[in-house]
């Protein structure tokens, strides 16, 4: 199994208890009022490696997104909608407030709750260039300090049971699936530097290093990068600063002339270097830790994106069909899913949370191709659906009752693609209200599957799309509608979105989740989340302008017991039967005879 159900061990709050108090010590000694502690790690990673998983150690907080502040008799845990019945659930309420960020900000919560003239310190590996100069400015008209100190606290408790950095061997992306060599990349990227008049670009990203490189590595879970820094000179080769233990021979020949590896500890020499030299080095803000920058003079670093950002994000036609036919195979697996838990629950067979999460991955395990899952599988029955990103562990582990709902949003890293699909299934006869509410989420993931949409849109100008039908019942959910997907990279990709903070412009080549949903607390959730694919604009026979649209790469059954057909309009009936048709087509011969009977009843027109 690629993910552990382990639940917190006995005495979790006592420990947490005596974590916080022992770092109140800490503040004390070393006259500090509070201490930050985010969950990223020095690359601003969504998953992190078991040694930078600092917050969890701290709060109890498994979520991949989040961040603590601890004084010396207050305590705050923020975090965004999608983790605060989560957070509520992992984090003692005697030891820490639960703030929903951005609605409560970590500033205007320190304005209100530390006294003027404090100081909050930070581990500057840890906090962006961006996020320190915005703490500041807004900390400074009560005098509070944002002060960066050497070490990490949380490091010096953790002390000799923190686990050691990871050194996984780096592995080769081939040509046929990247379909543009690292030399030409690398090329590209050095000719935009110097036209910029840059002589070097820091990459932090360890998404953007793998995709410049046509590497691939394991050193966190479910997302196969690489942990490193990159200093990419406009000529020359490129220095990536990671273990020398990951190289292998297969490695450096792919490297050789091109890329230089460094050990981690010669990052900051090299930064001193440029630095005396008066070399021009940019750097993105919003990515880059401000360890880095301190040690860069601000007349010679410019702000940029990462370059690598938006190349990255518009997939070469290699990494399409390559995508395409990940989905065909994991399609595949999750019919066979589908039409195993069908039988299961009619035969009266036991299924629990766990039990679906180890047979998904068994399946696509089956494939032969799978390299590990995209996240931790959120299998989540009734009121644990209701909770956005759900983990389930052996002790909140829930059987699949009749009358309830089943939420299960999981998905595969293999070497040509990354996937991720939700699929909410009734268990048993559902109740009208699910069906309304699982009929006006479907409506809002039909209306961003069809859509057409002009040059220059945006993920912002989309979402409000799969929001209406929501809306007009009074309904709404609390996280974005899409998010990008890389390709064998991290399941969750920038700049492209489908959000209320979605200000890139949506380009064709990029791949984006569409993914309403709507969740009632203590019930259920609901989620359909399908992968979709920009297509090349072209102007409709109908109009004079050229449009863009959206291709769905993602092949299963939507539960049609699930959908009110009343509710539907022709257009939408229409798009679900075309759809449900091309699964069965599609998938239908990857199948064996059994799942494909049950494939073509679940794929009926209504």
Request: hydrophobic share 40%.
């Amino acid at each position: 199994m690629f993910q552990n159900f382990d639940a917190p061990a006995d005495g979790a709050q006592s420990l947490h208890s005596e974590r916080i108090s022992q770092l109140r010590d800490l503040l004390v000694a070393r006259k500090i009022d509070a201490y930050l502690v985010p969950r990223a790690d020095a690359h601003q990673g969504e998953y992190v490696a078991p040694c930078d998983e600092r917050l969890n150690w701290l709060t109890g907080f498994s979520g991949s997104a989040g961040q603590a502040l601890i004084g010396r008799s207050e305590a705050a845990l923020f975090v965004d909608g999608r983790y605060t019945l989560q957070a509520a659930n992992q984090v003692p309420g005697s030891l820490f407030e639960i703030v929903e960020s951005p609605t409560t900000s970590l500033d205007t919560w320190v304005k209100a709750n530390l006294k003027r003239g404090s100081v909050i310190a930070f581990d500057p590996m840890l906090v962006t260039l961006q996020q320190f100069e915005k703490s500041s400015r807004a900390l400074a008209e009560l005098e509070i300090m944002f002060k960066p100190i050497a070490g990490n606290l949380i490091d010096k408790l953790w002390g000799e049971a923190r686990p050691t950095p990871p050194t996984n061997p780096i592995v080769v992306q081939p040509l046929k699936y990247a379909g543009l060599s690292a030399a030409k990349k690398v090329a590209k990227l050095q000719a935009d530097l110097d036209a910029s008049g840059d002589d070097a670009v820091i990459l932090t990203q360890p998404d953007s290093i793998c995709w410049l490189l046509n590497i691939r590595g394991s050193d966190v879970a479910h997302n196969p990068v690489v942990l490193a820094f990159a200093l990419v000179p406009k000529v020359g080769p490129v220095e990536v600063f990671t273990s020398p233990e990951k190289m292998t021979p297969a490695v450096s020949r792919h490297l050789d002339g091109l890329a230089v590896l460094r050990e981690p500890a010669a990052f900051e020499a090299r930064l001193k270097e440029l630095n005396q030299r008066g070399t021009t080095v940019s750097v993105d803000p919003g990515k880059t830790p401000f360890w880095v920058t301190r040690r860069l003079s601000k007349a010679n670093t410019p702000h940029r994106t990462d370059p690598c950002l938006l190349p990255k994000a518009i997939k070469t036609p290699a990494e399409i069909d390559g995508c395409r036919a990940a989905h065909l195979r994991d399609g595949a697996a999750m019919a066979r899913f589908l039409a195993w838990l069908d039988r299961a629950i009619e035969a009266g067979e036991p299924v629990d949370e766990i039990g679906a999460a180890q047979k998904i991955e068994a399946l696509r395990a089956e494939t032969g191709q799978l390299k590990d899952i995209s996240f931790d599988t959120i299998s989540g029955s009734g009121p644990n659906g209701a909770i956005v990103h759900y983990r389930v562990t052996e002790t909140s582990n829930r059987r699949l009752r009749k009358g309830e709902l089943f939420l299960l949003d999981s998905g595969g890293q293999y070497p040509d693609g990354t996937t991720d699909i939700t699929r909410t299934i009734a268990i048993g006869q559902p109740t009208k209200t699910m069906v309304r509410h699982a009929t006006l989420v479907l409506k809002g993931h039909i209306e961003i599957a069809r859509v057409r949409f002009p040059v220059g849109t945006r993920g912002i100008d989309l979402d409000p799309l799969a929001r209406n039908a929501l809306w007009q019942f009074g309904l709404d959910y609390g996280h974005g509608t899409g998010h990008g997907v890389g390709s064998y990279l991290s399941v969750h990709e920038g700049p492209q979105s489908i959000s209320r903070r979605g200000l890139q412009e949506i380009k064709p080549g990029m791949i984006i989740s569409n993914e309403p949903g709507y969740y009632k607390t203590g019930a259920y959730g609901i989620r359909i989340e399908n992968l979709v694919l920009v297509q090349d604009p072209e102007t409709p026979s109908t109009g004079d302008r050229p449009m863009m649209s959206f291709e769905t790469l993602t092949l299963a059954p939507i539960d049609t017991r699930l959908i009110d057909p009343t509710l539907l309009t022709d257009f939408e009936r229409d798009w679900l039967n075309a759809y449900h048709a091309r699964v069965a087509r599609e998938i239908g011969p990857e199948v064996d005879p059994t799942t494909r009977r049950w494939l073509k009843a679940a794929c009926q027109k209504i």
